[in-house]
């Protein structure tokens, strides 16, 4: 009975009988935890809006996005990127300017109307004498031109709105005659001009230059030209071979040195070669200096050297240098006669498209600021505006 009864004991010992309490306890507590955290997320979020509401968080999130503005703006038509810019005065530097200008497209055939434009560059210390000169040669053909002014940084243009000259300054630098810097204010004066896609021809004028001929005879001629008119020849002398320095190779050798006139006209690729250049750029620079007067000899050489077959090899722009010395002459009230321009026009022939032709100059140079008067007076018989 005793072994009976410890047999009992121990079987109360084995039997689970406290278990099926236990089971129905742990659901009901999983459950008050799952309820609380229900609460706890409403009362959270009741808060949150309560806040939302009456602190204006919303607010702060909306300012937030609406201040929030793209790093810069795409270009959503064609005519955003070809719209030349409505102010020359822009903040780019050289070199910024520079690399804009070099865009070249590679496709011909241009997908928008285009009327191929002369850029008139004119190039001068300050005041233009012969504005209103040329505002007789410019007078009804708007389409087919436009102008850019490079002057010192100090000088400010006093156009009248009604000009064609009014703020067509572009940002400029000092020019020194016979530097570099003088070659850059020439680049310069490209660059800006390229950046209008209508550009295609560019001339490079002085404050003493006029037109010989008018507008149409200018733009026919320059227009179904061709050739460029960058004159570029081999002078063996010492003011030609003499300015070489031989540490000029291997980008440029002696056979390919060349002398021209700073006034020139280029097309658009030309323009773009001058414009990109930084393979003969630093040798002229550290190697061209007076008696090496640079911008007699940089873009000649490196044109002939790339595009001999686009150059015509002679200027469009006559001057005198008969008078001997660094300079041309230059022209005053005294010396405005018929007899002085038909000399011009009479003196000699040259060669247009492969051609014999009569015209070889569209523009003169160096004119005194006291010819004005005598040039209008004569302007409709002679050159014909």
Same mark, same amino acid.
């Given at each position: 009975?005793?072994? /009976?009864?410890?047999?009992?004991?121990?079987?109360?010992?084995?039997?689970?009988?406290?278990?099926?309490?236990?089971?129905?306890?742990?659901?009901?507590?999983?459950?008050?935890?799952?309820?609380?955290?229900?609460?706890?997320?409403?009362?959270?979020?009741?808060?949150?809006?309560?806040?939302?509401?009456?602190?204006?968080?919303?607010?702060?999130?909306?300012?937030?996005?609406?201040?929030?503005?793209?790093?810069?703006?795409?270009?959503?038509?064609?005519?955003?990127?070809?719209?030349?810019?409505?102010?020359?005065?822009?903040?780019?530097?050289?070199?910024?300017?520079?690399?804009?200008?070099?865009?070249?497209?590679?496709?011909?055939?241009?997908?928008?109307?285009?009327?191929?434009?002369?850029?008139?560059?004119?190039?001068?210390?300050?005041?233009?004498?012969?504005?209103?000169?040329?505002?007789?040669?410019?007078?009804?053909?708007?389409?087919?031109?436009?102008?850019?002014?490079?002057?010192?940084?100090?000088?400010?243009?006093?156009?009248?709105?009604?000009?064609?000259?009014?703020?067509?300054?572009?940002?400029?630098?000092?020019?020194?005659?016979?530097?570099?810097?003088?070659?850059?204010?020439?680049?310069?004066?490209?660059?800006?001009?390229?950046?209008?896609?209508?550009?295609?021809?560019?001339?490079?004028?002085?404050?003493?230059?006029?037109?010989?001929?008018?507008?149409?005879?200018?733009?026919?001629?320059?227009?179904?030209?061709?050739?460029?008119?960058?004159?570029?020849?081999?002078?063996?002398?010492?003011?030609?071979?003499?300015?070489?320095?031989?540490?000029?190779?291997?980008?440029?050798?002696?056979?390919?040195?060349?002398?021209?006139?700073?006034?020139?006209?280029?097309?658009?690729?030309?323009?773009?070669?001058?414009?990109?250049?930084?393979?003969?750029?630093?040798?002229?620079?550290?190697?061209?200096?007076?008696?090496?007067?640079?911008?007699?000899?940089?873009?000649?050489?490196?044109?002939?050297?790339?595009?001999?077959?686009?150059?015509?090899?002679?200027?469009?722009?006559?001057?005198?240098?008969?008078?001997?010395?660094?300079?041309?002459?230059?022209? +005053?009230?005294?010396?405005?006669?018929?007899?002085?321009?038909?000399?011009?026009?009479?003196?000699?022939?040259?060669?247009?498209?492969?051609?014999?032709?009569?015209?070889?100059?569209?523009?003169? /140079?160096?004119?005194?600021?006291?010819?004005?008067?005598?040039?209008? +007076?004569?302007?409709?018989?002679?050159?014909?505006?």
């Amino acid at each position: 009975m005793q072994l /009976r009864g410890v047999a009992l004991e121990e079987g109360k010992d084995s039997v689970p009988l406290v278990r099926p309490y236990q089971s129905r306890v742990l659901p009901l507590r999983v459950l008050q935890f799952c309820l609380l955290f229900l609460f706890l997320g409403l009362g959270f979020s009741l808060v949150s809006i309560y806040m939302v509401r009456y602190f204006g968080i919303q607010t702060v999130v909306s300012a937030s996005q609406a201040t929030f503005q793209p790093c810069y703006d795409v270009p959503s038509t064609l005519e955003s990127w070809i719209k030349p810019p409505s102010n020359l005065l822009h903040a780019m530097n050289d070199t910024e300017l520079f690399w804009r200008a070099s865009f070249l497209p590679r496709i011909k055939n241009y997908p928008f109307r285009r009327t191929p434009k002369i850029a008139f560059m004119f190039l001068t210390k300050g005041p233009l004498p012969f504005a209103p000169l040329w505002e007789r040669f410019f007078k009804g053909h708007e389409e087919l031109y436009s102008i850019y002014v490079h002057s010192l940084p100090s000088y400010n243009a006093d156009f009248p709105s009604s000009s064609v000259f009014y703020k067509r300054e572009i940002p400029s630098q000092v020019a020194e005659w016979g530097m570099m810097s003088m070659c850059d204010a020439e680049r310069r004066l490209l660059a800006n001009a390229l950046l209008d896609f209508s550009n295609e021809w560019f001339v490079l004028l002085s404050e003493s230059c006029i037109p010989l001929h008018n507008f149409s005879i200018v733009y026919r001629y320059i227009s179904r030209s061709r050739y460029s008119f960058m004159g570029s020849f081999d002078e063996p002398g010492p003011y030609g071979r003499g300015r070489y320095n031989g540490n000029m190779e291997p980008e440029v050798k002696l056979s390919q040195w060349r002398k021209g006139a700073q006034w020139f006209e280029v097309n658009r690729k030309l323009a773009v070669n001058i414009v990109e250049d930084v393979t003969y750029y630093p040798k002229f620079k550290e190697f061209c200096r007076p008696a090496c007067y640079v911008d007699e000899h940089y873009f000649p050489t490196m044109l002939t050297i790339q595009s001999p077959h686009l150059l015509a090899n002679r200027t469009l722009t006559w001057v005198d240098w008969s008078r001997g010395g660094a300079h041309p002459a230059t022209f +005053g009230k005294a010396d405005i006669t018929e007899e002085f321009f038909k000399k011009i026009f009479e003196g000699e022939t040259c060669i247009y498209n492969n051609q014999p032709s009569s015209v070889c100059f569209l523009f003169a /140079r160096k004119f005194a600021p006291n010819a004005l008067d005598s040039l209008l +007076g004569i302007a409709s018989k002679i050159f014909g505006f």
